[in-house]
């Protein structure tokens, strides 16, 4: 059985008449009778019955054509998603989001998504720079924000702007009616802090700002998550710090403080592999592009 031969039966089997058929398909009657007998002969079914003056469906027949409309309909629609695909605007495409980035971007970026490219999936998952760089390598993601400085000859890297931290602090604390604070306020503070394994540039130059201002900074905790950091400050446990962009998070029992000096900041990045080929990906990419707010640092 051959494809066109299914578009030849719903002709016929909609005209009911071989030569109207025939005529719709740009075709002689005995090509049109010729291609018909060989799809019943594939079948091994009769389709229609048919005199010199009369031509139906039979039983088999009328199933055959709710079938090979079905099949039709089935492969155009696969055509379509396949141009699509092809063309950028279907497909799924994994992301990886840092803890920031999943509160003030994620946001935006599905709801363009939706509205530009409505055939793509967006899988999102979250995790640090280190992560969303091993799952490029392996390709467990298509696209990751991470944090420069990187050093990774496979990915292409984009920079996007500068984020800050600010300190997030028990509302009880001395220092939560003082704005801004600085960075020698935190002296003598017990402090909660990102684990050093999962930020080791960040944790490096928290810890020589602090030298340079004249100080050891204690810290007494550390955590991975900022819901974690603080729920750990709201307790009264320390001073803890999150991105700018996370004071969004509503915590119960914090205040957050800007730093006059801002000393403690992130560079956040795109980032892909050098050998992706996938157009949907680069739409994608593209997209992302032109939602976040600014791409100031180059």
């Not at 490029?136 to 993601?141: D, F, M, S």
Request: glycine share 4%.
């Amino acid at each position: 059985m051959e494809f066109r031969q299914l578009k030849y039966f719903i002709a016929v089997a909609e005209a009911l008449h071989f030569g109207r058929a025939a005529e719709s398909l740009h075709l002689s009657q005995p090509a049109l009778s010729k291609q018909i007998q060989a799809l019943e002969d594939s079948l091994e079914i009769q389709l229609f019955d048919r005199t010199k003056h009369w031509v139906k469906l039979t039983a088999a027949g009328q199933k055959f054509l709710e079938v090979a409309r079905s099949v039709l309909q089935n492969v155009e629609e696969g055509i379509q998603i396949t141009r699509q695909i092809a063309d950028g605007r279907a497909g799924t495409v994994r992301v990886g989001l840092t803890e920031a980035s999943l509160f003030c971007l994620a946001p935006s970026i599905l709801r363009t998504c939706r509205k530009r490219y409505p055939q793509v999936d967006l899988l999102l998952s979250s995790g640090g720079t280190e992560t969303h760089v091993e799952a490029l390598r392996t390709h467990q993601i298509d696209i990751g924000f991470v944090y420069l400085p990187i050093r990774e000859p496979t990915l292409v890297v984009e920079p996007l702007y500068e984020e800050s931290y600010i300190a997030a602090l028990p509302e009880s604390h001395p220092l939560a009616k003082k704005q801004p604070i600085s960075i020698h306020d935190l002296a003598n503070e017990p402090l909660i802090f990102y684990p050093r394994s999962l930020a080791p540039v960040l944790y490096a130059n928290f810890i020589k700002s602090c030298e340079q201002a004249g100080f050891v900074p204690t810290i007494v905790q550390e955590a991975e998550l900022a819901q974690t950091r603080l729920g750990l400050a709201a307790a009264g446990v320390g001073i803890t710090f999150v991105l700018a962009d996370v004071k969004t998070l509503s915590a119960k029992g914090v205040v957050y403080q800007p730093f006059a000096d801002n000393f403690l900041t992130l560079k956040l990045a795109l980032a892909w592999r050098c050998t992706e080929s996938s157009s949907v990906v680069h739409e994608i990419i593209k997209m992302i592009q032109t939602t976040v707010p600014e791409l100031s640092v180059k």
